[in-house]
């Protein structure tokens, strides 16, 4: 079975400090990995994937994310936190099968001036 | 401009009643989703569709049933809704397993059942 773990429920960071949020993932095989973003009220947005290459996978906004095989994590990653990045972040993974995702239970993330 | 448009946004309804929830996409995709997030779980898959005529359960499924009767279209009914289906409901769309392909998602339907 396959399961993704987001071991932070909230994250505070003051703007300009950098961030990272955890995710690990268990499953067999290498999964499609993805992070998704979610701002009140609204629905999500897609901010990066990953299946093969480069482990270190750019996405929009300046965010990056870092996958581990050995560590079964895919990490995101900013250098620089701005207000509006405080949101409600999602780890994802999909297998094979008609991209079907499943996912952590999220980060809140709140940026402080 | 891909999109996926849910209707309605918000609703309250009865205990018992039945609530009928919409999702539309216009961009050609085969795969459809409904999820519902709840605090804590993030979100979790009720059920999905391959194309027209087709539905498959997934995690979460008992007091749901969905139809998909067009490409465009998937509905998600709950035939006799109870306070524990209060929630907020996703619906996404997606073609197949893909790096180039990511689900796209609606901006939910928030769902109150009194």
């Known amino acids: 079975a396959q399961s993704v773990t987001q071991p932070d429920a909230r994250v505070t960071v003051s703007e300009g400090a950098s961030l990272q949020l955890r995710c690990k993932y268990s499953?067999?095989?290498?999964?499609?990995l993805f992070w998704y973003v979610q701002y009140p009220r609204q629905g999500l947005q897609l901010l990066l994937k990953?299946?093969?290459?480069?482990?270190v996978v750019q996405g929009v906004n300046s965010f990056e994310a870092e996958f581990s095989k050995s560590n079964s994590s895919f990490h995101l990653q900013k250098a620089s936190v701005h207000w509006s990045d405080s949101a409600v972040y999602f780890c994802?993974?999909?297998?094979?099968?008609?991209?079907?995702?499943?996912f952590g239970s999220g980060t809140k993330l709140t940026v402080e001036p | 401009e891909a999109a996926v448009t849910q209707s309605p946004r918000n609703k309250v309804a009865v205990t018992g009643g039945k609530v009928t929830l919409s999702c539309n996409q216009t961009?050609?995709?085969?795969?459809m989703y409904w999820y519902r997030q709840d605090t804590g779980h993030g979100l979790r898959l009720i059920h999905y569709s391959y194309g027209a005529g087709s539905t498959e359960k997934g995690d979460i499924p008992d007091g749901y049933k969905a139809s998909r009767p067009s490409q465009e279209n998937f509905s998600l009914i709950l035939e006799l809704a109870t306070p524990s289906q209060t929630s907020v409901y996703f619906c996404?769309?997606?073609?197949?397993?893909?790096?180039?392909?990511?689900?796209?998602f609606g901006e939910g339907t928030r769902l109150s059942v009194l």
């Open positions: 994802a993974l999909s297998m094979s099968n008609y991209n079907v995702l499943y």
């Open positions: 996404a769309s997606g073609d197949q397993a893909g790096i180039n392909q990511a689900p796209l």
């Open positions: 990953y299946y093969s290459g480069d482990p």
């Open positions: 499953y067999s095989a290498t999964p499609y």
């Open positions: 961009n050609n995709h085969n795969n």
